[in-house]
Nanobody
Framework: QVQLEESGGGTVQAGGSLTLSCAAS????????MGWFRQAPGKEREFVAG????????EYADSVKGRFTISGDNAKNTVNLQMNILKFEDTAVYYC????????????????????WGQGTRVTVSS
């Protein structure tokens, strides 16, 4: 089992940047693929970015491609989401998720595929 804790949320002006971090506790972090999701008020939770357990494969939602970067550090048990050129529509609560898998190179994009979730960190982008 793994526990996840997000940090780094806050308020930023449109066009600015933020980096979210997800710290994982528990053993065998390297057997987990990781993902970031977000949920805006009145909307369903949506996929943002995913990274394979090997850290070599990534996947992004079309809405964030070219602006967001997901990265992982198995030695530190963390996964980060670098968010650049933030837009008002990026405002949401961002969640980190983990999926235990033996597949090294596959990221996952469906929330139903993930086993563990953090409590979320709020990102507000002011226009």
């Amino acid at each position: 089992q793994v526990q996840l804790e997000e940090s780094g949320g806050g308020t930023v002006q449109a066009g600015g940047s933020l980096t979210l971090s997800c710290a994982a506790s528990g053993r065998t972090f390297s057997t987990y693929a990781m993902g970031w999701f977000r949920q805006a008020p009145g909307k369903e939770r949506e996929f943002v970015a995913g990274i394979s357990r090997s850290g070599t494969s990534t996947e992004y939602a079309d809405s964030v491609k070219g602006r967001f970067t997901i990265s992982g550090d198995n030695a530190k048990n963390t996964v980060n989401l670098q968010m650049n050129i933030l837009k008002f529509e990026d405002t949401a609560v961002y969640y980190c998720a983990a999926k235990q898998t033996w597949m090294n190179y596959r990221p996952y994009s469906s929330p139903r595929e993930y086993d563990y979730w953090g409590q979320g960190t709020r990102v507000t982008v002011s226009s």
